[in-house]
């Protein structure tokens, strides 16, 4: 399994605290087997998450090294944003990251309400060549059971990720029922674990969600959801 969305850069975000929880986090990883893992800190503007791309290189770079050597392990590096009008202007600016610098970009979007220049801002992106991936669909309580909002979305060129831990109910029930059904409708691109510090079992229990997520779609979209869509992030080619 390749791992999308992850708070292992240290120091940065509410995520890993410290590079010992990082190295803790990153063995969990290994055991659970999972080969790939892209680093996406927060970055909301307005807020104390605002590492900026060059302060996170810095910090990545022993690390990308450390978790190659000793577990095998590759590391990238991204960002998960929090949208705002601002994106492109930060992007080009060199303040956020997109995935591995590809045409890729992780973002999320408020949990409770709705934006009304949400599709002005994803029109922003796609008309510059990047192609915005939605972070854990399946938690925003505004949308919930909304397939017509995810739909339109994906035709707008848009890609889903999901916490793979919602399938066992770490955000409740209604995140679950979302990430079964937005799986069985083949809407899902990418699994994340969105994992924060090395008390969340989400490593941990990594093997037991993908069983799940085996048994709601077919062998193809499996392999494509776990482990080709990322590969194809880091190499910046088509999805
Ligand atoms: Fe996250």
Request: with cysteine.
């Amino acid at each position: 399994m390749r791992d999308l969305h992850c708070h292992l850069l240290y120091g940065v975000d509410d995520g890993s605290k410290s590079i010992e929880q990082t190295k803790e986090l990153l063995r969990q990883a290994y055991e659970s087997g999972i080969t790939d893992i892209m680093f996406t800190p927060h970055y909301i503007s307005d807020s104390r998450f605002v590492s900026n791309k060059a302060s996170n290189l810095e910090i990545i770079k022993p690390i990308i090294k450390f978790a190659k050597e000793q577990y095998n392990i590759n590391v990238f590096l991204g960002n998960e944003v929090f949208i705002t009008e601002e994106m492109m202007s930060l992007y080009k600016n060199r303040e956020i990251s997109t995935l591995n610098d590809s045409r890729y970009m992780l973002f999320e979007i408020p949990m409770c309400n709705k934006l009304n220049n949400l599709k002005s801002i994803i029109f922003d992106l796609t008309s510059n060549g990047i192609i915005p991936i939605l972070a854990h669909p399946e938690r925003y309580v505004s949308y919930y059971k909304d397939f017509d909002f995810f739909y339109d979305l994906k035709n707008m060129g848009v890609l889903l990720q999901i916490n793979y831990a919602s399938l066992l109910g770490a955000y409740g029930s209604k995140a679950k029922k979302m990430a079964k059904k937005l799986l069985k409708l083949n809407l899902i691109d990418f699994v994340g674990s969105d994992i924060h510090t090395p008390h969340d079992d989400k490593y941990i229990n990594a093997k037991k969600a993908m069983r799940i997520i085996k048994k709601l779609v077919d062998e193809d979209e499996f392999i494509a959801i776990t482990e080709n869509n990322f590969a194809k992030v880091i190499y910046d080619e088509e999805i």
